[in-house]
């Protein structure tokens, strides 16, 4: 008797689980705009995803991660930036 086993196509799901195009083409836009700001030390203005605005004042690394220095009530506070929850990134 003959059973037929259906195999999945690995080229298949390689190309499911790669991201589009387009969304690295975005990640590159922000990660490069972040770079220019860090090297040019200029204040950035970042929106996300849930339409928050934050005015950093210094974009570094740390631990191969973006991080932004923000001020508040005169003192600075670090935050970490989460390139995929940036919607657009203005150089000031």
């Not at 790669?18 to 990660?31: D, H, R, V």
Request: with cysteine; glycine share 6%; charged share 30%.
């Amino acid at each position: 008797m003959k059973t037929s086993e259906k195999q999945s196509n690995p080229i298949f799901l390689l190309f499911w689980s790669m991201p589009s195009c387009s969304m690295l083409k975005a990640y590159k836009i922000k990660s490069d705009k972040l770079n220019r700001a860090m090297k040019e030390e200029k204040v950035v203005e970042l929106v996300t995803n849930n339409d928050k605005v934050f005015k950093l004042r210094k974009i570094g690394i740390e631990a191969g991660k973006f991080c932004g220095m923000k001020g508040l009530k005169g003192k600075m506070k670090k935050m970490l930036l989460n390139i995929n929850e940036i919607k657009a990134v203005t150089l000031l």
